[in-house]
């Protein structure tokens, strides 16, 4: 390796860069589904009862059991059919004898990409409509890893084998790559699955510990993700019948069937992500690409790290070729995307997807940092071993953020038009005397959440956090849910901002009664602590 050609010392490192560069512009999601408009608005006054009611997104949506909701004044569902969804648009017939008053919409689908969505709008009927808001569930922590170890499950099989085949034959034999093979195999096998029995608890808002449930297993079986996923698990346990032993991929039929079957598996990926969404095949064609050129980028690399010294001057040739190739395909696939997501520059500091997307920029510099470093080892005659693993391990950095980018949904570009102006202001008249509740975090502290204004015009929600001695206690982050169990409402999320060392929020219930508040601290040793209290929301 120190005596290689100057032409493939650059094509080597050439390729290195640009594959950085592929990554970070890489868009590892297109937006969630986002509601471009209902009919009637939201906060809509209609001087008699519609006979639908139309939602309009901006992918195709699927429908959830028991998923949309219409609910009176006084908080009672209302009885109506069934609704049906043609791709982007979800149309629900309206009973006929719908008396006056004001009614809220509460509404939970799920993208073409598997993530739900929900939220709520309302209107009246001879009557004024406060518009109200909801905002899309946030993602589970397990939902997340089970995303990251598919990934790194696939990157290995596939960037590991095609190593061998195009790159250096002559290590099929190795000890370590037929481990890393097999671990590609089974870990990507069993994130298949555990993300399959995921997706049915995620989907309905309910407590991971359903995961078992038949019922919500064969509702996502049912699903363009649950058909992905067992597609996934299919051809995984076909590739373990191929390539269990490493050598004998490189003979025969399964030459040529491991490759097909790989090309397959990221068609499958593809499949379970935001490539459904648009239902073109072009757009799936397009991300299968993006995630194959990937994983073979990256488990090509680990092979690289793990061969070291072993590694022949032509096969490190041969590598540099294929990540070229590699990189013009990532590149071309995402730079576009990316550039799309991000439409205020502002919008990097102010939202958890730009925060994600500089962290993973930072990830990048740091990457291109070790590959300078390899470089200049290079022309010093050494072997840059060292700076290559750093590489390695960086770039599996790169692909955890990716994980969570892809579940993250990008700075919402939409604003839902609302028919009463009004209703969005908050009223000096009348107000409600402030609520203050006080919740446990064990041996963390407490947090105090304070509602201005309780009522279901207008609501500020403040919450402070305190530390066992009455100081201000530090946290990663603070997530608000507000659910109604008596009026069966799911959580809701409240959106809380940084504010004057505490976190706020302007929030409309939507109805009067009594409020469950869930609130989850990230604390300064990274855990959560989950904690509730009951508020009242007078009308």
């Given amino acids: 390796m120190a005596h290689m050609s100057t032409t493939v010392r650059r094509g080597i490192l050439a390729g290195l860069l640009a594959a950085v560069f592929g990554l970070l512009l890489a868009s590892p999601a297109s937006a969630h589904a986002e509601l471009v408009a209902s009919t009637p608005g939201n906060g809509a006054r209609l001087a008699q009862a519609p006979a639908e009611v139309q939602m309009r997104f901006t992918e195709a949506v699927n429908l959830i059991p028991g998923g949309i909701r219409l609910v009176d004044e006084a ?33 939970r689908v799920v993208s073409s990409d598997g993530h ?34 598919g990934y790194l499950g696939f990157a290995l099989f596939a960037g590991v084998v095609t190593f061998v085949l195009w790159c250096s034959p002559g290590t099929r034999t190795h000890p370590t790559l037929q481990r890393l093979v097999r671990a590609g195999l089974i870990g990507g096998a069993l994130a298949a ?5 995921l997706q049915g608890p995620y ?138 997501q991000i439409k205020d520059p502002l919008d990097l500091l102010l939202t958890r997807y730009g925060l994600f997307l500089l962290l993973k920029l930072a990830l990048v510099a740091a990457t291109l940092a070790a590959a300078a470093l390899s470089r200049h080892r290079l022309r010093q005659g050494r072997v840059p071993l060292t700076s290559v693993r750093v590489e390695a391990g960086l770039t599996a950095s790169v692909l955890a953020v990716t994980a969570i980018l892809a579940m993250t949904a990008p700075p919402s570009q939409l604003v839902l038009p609302t028919n009463d102006p009004a209703a969005a202001r908050s ?14 975090l064990g041996e963390q502290g407490k947090a105090t959440l304070q509602v201005l204004q309780p009522g279901t015009p207008a609501s500020q929600l403040q919450v402070f956090l305190t530390d066992s001695n009455g100081q201000p206690l530090k946290s990663g982050g603070v997530d608000l849910k ?52 009951d508020i009242t929301i007078t009308g």
């Fill in 427 to 440: 009223t000096a008249a009348s107000r409600p005397t402030p609520t203050v509740v006080h919740m446990s």
């Fill in 482 to 533: 507000v659910a109604n169990p008596d009026r069966d409402l799911a959580p809701i999320p409240v959106p809380l901002k940084p504010w004057n060392g505490a976190w706020s929020a302007d929030y409309h219930f939507p109805l009067p009664g009594t409020w469950k508040a869930i609130l989850t601290v990230q604390t300064p040793d990274h855990t959560g602590v989950v904690t509730t209290a």
């Fill in 116 to 149: 739900p969505v929900a939220g709520a709008f309302s209107f009246g009927i001879g009557a004024p409509a406060r518009a109200v808001a909801g905002n899309t569930p946030t993602t589970p922590w397990t939902v997340v890893a089970a995303r990251l170890a």
């Fill in 193 to 197: 699955l555990i993300g399959l029995l």
């Fill in 75 to 107: 908080g009672a569902s209302v009885r109506t059919s069934e609704p049906a969804v043609a791709g982007h648009t979800l149309t629900w017939r309206m009973p006929t004898d719908l008396a006056q008053g004001s009614y809220v919409v509460s509404w």
């Fill in 203 to 340: 989907i309905a808002g309910l407590a991971m510990s359903r995961l078992l449930d038949p019922a919500l297993l064969q509702e996502t079986l049912g699903t363009p993700f649950g058909s992905a996923m067992a597609a996934r698990l299919a051809l995984y346990a076909a590739l373990a019948a191929l390539a269990w032993r490493l050598p004998a991929i490189t003979t025969g039929y399964r030459r040529w069937l491991t490759p097909a079957g790989i090309a397959a598996l990221a068609v499958a990926i593809a499949g379970a992500g935001h490539g459904a969404a648009s239902g073109r095949p072009l757009d799936l064609g397009i991300d299968a690409l993006h995630a194959l050129t990937a994983g073979i980028w990256v488990g090509g690399l680990v092979a690289l790290a793990v061969l070291g010294r072993g590694v022949p001057p032509l096969a490190l040739h041969r590598f540099s070729t294929l990540a070229m190739g590699s990189v013009v395909v990532l590149v071309a696939t995402g730079t576009l995307n990316s550039l799309e």
